[in-house]
């Protein structure tokens, strides 16, 4: 059977005949003959809803014995590949910032062909900006326990994360009140050398600050985790298995140093360094004066390349001679990383005691900064906040913060491999992966893996494949993310077939529901609004 899901702005609206509905239903009464028969006599089916359109096309296939397909509703899943759970993530606009689920028909659709595929849950994002919209400490779950009770109902398992970030795609704010302080007081937030905020998270130097209406950044979250706790205590254990705590921006335990992404074909920059709002300049003062170098404290390198440029652009990061390679830039560089750890720490510290009498695992999400690692001086690293060059192994002390607070590192970028990387980047995220992934070992940290993008070459599915097995294995994959993509013609069958190929490993190909199967559910249950935001 080939899937075809095609993309569409209009208003839903049904394509298909309820007849020719009823006859594509019958096929499962019938042996394989006469589905095939049926299949091959029937025009292709197409159902159109607000994004989405599934073209159904028969083609042979080896008989099925009709004992060995699961009874709907059923909980039994294939053992996955060695023992891998496998999430996929929901969108992120999952619930409105009227606290309402968006296209809630097409993600019951999904829900009941992730099940169907064997898939053993998802993930969803939990915003701040949403949740605690209007005012400090009032909290509207309403969107997201209907959601997690879906999920429930669908039999699947949930791996919430907690965002406190906000997404400029799709637009997702912080909450209304701390905007409102930050139009008053931009110093919340990190700074640029020329002065411009990221206005998408708060900024680290201000965790334990009481820059929110009397209450520091620390307080509130953890108020959060405690509500949220509560308010989900029903689903801890049999639905609700782990929870990520968002570190940084887009979750991640990193500094706003890449503003946005390079456009495709061309090379990230190095990004900047994150350290000229006052808070953060008041901790560089104050360490530089303790270490009798006032000097140093006046604000970050001066020699420094900006956003889109390239290390040898200015002096600070180059192989031979740079900056960062002196007495100032040791000073600098570690100062800024450890700065990042400590809220790190804080963070996770927070989480861990917050769900400590709790069945559930907590996770932290770093960065896989591979631009220019094949430099001295690996400045996306630096920028960032990883102080990892030729010298020093800058993710040991990550690893050892993970250990102490119990929490399981989260690593993206399981589908990249450096053969697909511009050569021009001196781009190695194999490296980068393996680099962390042996002070994880040693540390004993549990690792769970994501993929950076939603995947329409082969190779990106054979290289998670490669990451995730062998001697690679890690506990969760979670595939990033449902959506348009997800679902479009050059994508769902690729990961329909990665999912059956990981299954198989576990259980006879007979087994397996045939892909007509899940696209029934698509069908039976796409019949309004199924337009999904992609990551």
């Known amino acids: 059977m080939e899937v075809s899901v095609i993309g569409s702005s209009s208003q839903a609206k049904i394509c298909t005949s309820w007849s020719e509905l009823s006859s594509y239903r019958e096929i499962r009464f019938c042996n394989f003959q006469k589905r095939v028969s049926l299949l091959n006599n029937t025009k292709s089916t197409r159902w159109r809803n607000s994004g989405l359109s599934f073209t159904l096309k028969a083609v042979q296939s080896s008989p099925v014995r009709s004992d060995r397909l699961p009874r709907r509703g059923s909980s039994s899943k294939p053992k996955s ?79 919430v994360s907690l965002c406190f970030h906000g997404s400029k795609q799709p637009k997702i704010p912080l909450p209304e009140w701390v905007s409102r302080i930050g139009d008053s007081e931009p110093g919340i937030y990190h700074a640029d050398r020329s002065g411009n905020h990221y206005r998408e998270c708060l900024s680290l130097a201000v965790d334990e600050v009481p820059v929110l209406n009397g209450k520091t950044p620390v307080q509130v979250y953890q108020e959060f985790c405690e509500s949220f706790k509560s308010s989900f205590s029903h689903f801890f254990g049999s639905t609700i298995t782990g929870v990520t705590v968002g570190l940084g921006p ?62 040898n652009s200015n002096h600070f990061f180059k192989d031979n001679g740079g900056s960062w390679d002196s007495p100032y830039g040791d000073f600098f560089l570690s100062w800024y990383s450890s700065e990042l750890l400590s809220h790190g720490d804080r963070l996770l510290s927070l989480a861990s005691t917050s769900f400590s009498d709790t069945s559930v695992t907590v996770h932290g999400k770093i960065p896989l900064m591979h631009s220019w690692y094949k430099t001295r001086s690996h400045p996306s690293e630096l920028t960032a906040g990883f102080n990892n060059t030729v010298n020093r192994d800058g993710y040991e002390a990550v690893a050892e913060m993970f250990a102490r607070n119990s929490c399981k590192m989260i690593l993206p970028g399981m589908d990249l491999s450096d053969k697909h990387q511009p050569q021009e980047s001196l781009s190695s995220p194999e490296s980068v992966l393996a680099q962390i992934r042996a002070v994880c070992r040693k540390h004993g940290v549990e690792i769970s893996g994501q993929n950076s993008v939603v995947s329409k070459a082969p190779h990106g599915f054979e290289q998670i494949k490669k990451n995730i097995s062998g ?26 077939h990665f999912i059956r190929n990981l299954n198989q490993l576990g259980m006879f190909s007979d087994d397996l529901p045939e892909e007509e199967e899940v696209v029934e559910s698509v069908l039976l249950n796409s019949e309004s609004n199924t337009h999904m935001q992609a990551a």
């Open 81 to 159: 590949l060695d023992g891998v759970r496998v999430f996929v993530g929901l969108p992120l606009d999952a619930v409105s910032d009227c606290n309402t689920v968006n296209h809630a028909r097409a993600i019951a659709a999904g829900l009941r062909a992730l099940k169907l595929l064997g898939i053993d849950g998802v993930e969803l994002p939990v915003w701040w900006g949403i949740v605690e919209k209007e005012s400090m400490g009032k909290y509207d779950w309403s969107g997201y326990l209907v959601l997690a009770e879906m999920i429930q109902n669908a039999g699947l398992k949930l791996h």
């Open 250 to 311: 887009d979750g991640e335990l990193r500094y706003p140093s890449h503003r946005q992404l390079a456009s495709h074909g061309n090379i990230l920059g190095v990004g900047e360094f994150q350290c000229y709002d006052k808070n953060m300049l008041n901790l560089l003062k104050e360490k530089a004066e303790a270490t009798g170098n006032p000097l140093w404290g006046l604000g970050g390198p001066h020699d420094a390349p900006s956003y889109e440029q390239s290390p």
């Open 471 to 496: 001697e690679n294995t890690v506990d969760l994959f979670t595939y990033q993310r449902m959506g348009a993509d997800f679902f479009s013609p050059e994508h769902f069958p690729s990961f329909t």
